[in-house]
């Protein structure tokens, strides 16, 4: 049925947009799972391999490295290609790498096949926003944003007892092989089913009407150009430097469970395969409850007290406080008691994802984009960091005990930057 059937045989307002939400969650799931499921897989390949933790921490932060870097390529490639093309490809190219990964003969093709993967999913979190500013009126887009951000938590949280059990049955080399055709196959259906609003047979002229009230379907002006003057002078505002110091110390927090969790478990624990996928789950369930409630609690603050420093500023060091506790998982026996301090603490830095909403709320409107790459390249700053900061210590001491406590500090230091550096949560002016 073409846009002209659709606004002739009915008024009633269509939804499609709540497909395309769908379809960019699903996609945001398999991103995830396909950059965290190295983790379930790293005490197989670190005995098959012989590696030692501080050269798995360099195979974990390897993805950061390009990913990071190419968060400004990737944009390029986004405004060049657009929506539809640029996904099928980012999709397709790093799920082939994804499977690469389980051909792997050696260390050094483990660790190519994780800068692959790196600078293919670059363009993932840019396009998905993309998708929001021109299939959502602006009063929607902050609810679409968390129901996508949870995939970052839920593939893990809902997939973690299957795909240890996949290790523990059919090795670890299955596993990559197994997403990464799922997500190949996903690149093709992405293809066949996306586009643009204006583009799409299914959505009639009452929901295209709606989109546009509220400010979708246009892209508004031109992205700004990229200079480094320009990111010294954002990074000069207190509010956009101190939240990108938060950032960096909460995104760590998140690192930790998509990199070293999962072996903290086995090794520092001792659990086995299956027992350690069911215990996973539920850290990254709190994580999921915290991305939502803390959306949830920072709509109620603003709409009631009329302050956004209250409003955005609470939730997120509530969040760091509650991550730094995952310190006292070094003080108690119980691995009970472990995978519930986990998920306190991992909960909190679910809370800590409404980073997003500040960073847009203070990002000065002639370089919005250029703000969320600074803000975006230090939350995965943490990802080349925190990988080789705890396989170090772990190497030297053979033990976590270190490594928890660097996360948990952090949690601190990410708190204190909100408190004291971010200052007033407004919207800055450049010079």
Not at 120 to 128: G, R
Not at 277 to 284: E, K, N, R, T
Not at 403 to 417: F, T
Request: proline content about 3%.
């Amino acid at each position: 049925m073409t846009m002209a059937d659709a606004t002739i045989t009915s008024t009633k307002r269509t939804r499609v947009r709540l497909t395309v939400l769908c379809l960019i969650s699903l996609a945001t799931v398999l991103n995830y799972l396909d950059r965290a499921i190295m983790g379930v897989a790293a005490p197989a390949v670190a005995e098959e391999f012989t590696i030692s933790p501080a050269l798995m921490g360099l195979l974990f932060s390897a993805f950061s490295w390009t990913y990071a870097f190419a968060q400004v390529p990737g944009g390029m490639v986004l405004d060049r290609l657009g929506t539809r093309i640029t996904y099928t490809l980012s999709l397709g190219f790093w799920s082939f790498f994804t499977l690469l990964h389980g051909v792997a003969a050696n260390v050094v093709m483990l660790f190519g096949s994780r800068l692959a993967l790196g600078a293919a999913e670059a363009p993932c979190f840019p396009t998905n926003s993309r998708v929001l500013s021109t299939w959502f009126p602006q009063t929607e887009r902050a609810r679409a944003n968390s129901i996508y951000a949870v995939g970052q938590y839920a593939g893990l949280a809902f997939f973690s007892p299957l795909l240890f059990w996949i290790v523990g049955e059919f090795g670890w080399r299955t596993l990559f092989v197994l997403f990464g055709a799922i997500g190949m196959l996903f690149a093709l259906g992405w293809y066949a089913i996306y586009r643009d609003p204006r583009d799409c047979a299914s959505v009639n002229q009452s929901e295209l009407d709606y989109i546009a009230a509220g400010g979708g379907l246009e892209h508004q002006g031109q992205p700004t150009a990229f200079s480094w003057s320009l990111v010294l002078e954002l990074l000069s505002k207190r509010q956009i430097l101190g939240a990108s110091i938060g950032q960096f110390c909460g995104n760590s927090t998140l690192v930790f469970f998509l990199t070293w969790f999962p072996t903290y478990l086995m090794t520092e624990r001792g659990m086995d395969w299956l027992k350690s996928g069911s215990f996973a789950v539920l850290p990254y369930i709190a994580a999921s409850v915290g991305v939502v409630l803390g959306g949830i609690i920072s709509d109620k603050l603003v709409e009631k007290t009329g302050s956004a420093n209250l409003g955005r500023k609470l939730p997120i060091v509530g969040g760091l406080l509650l991550a730094s506790t995952i310190i006292a998982a070094n003080f108690v026996d119980s691995n009970q008691l472990v995978i519930l301090i986990m998920s306190v603490a991992f909960f909190g830095q679910g809370m800590v994802n409404l980073g997003w909403t500040l960073i847009s709320d203070v990002a000065p409107k002639s370089a919005i984009g250029l703000t969320g790459g600074v803000f975006n390249f230090f939350a995965n700053l943490a990802g080349i960091v925190t990988p080789i900061v705890i396989g170090l210590v772990v190497g030297a001491t053979g033990s976590f005990y270190g490594a928890l406590v660097y996360i948990g500090a952090l949690g601190l230091i990410g708190a204190a930057a909100y408190i004291f550096v971010v200052g007033d949560v407004r919207r800055v002016e450049l010079g």
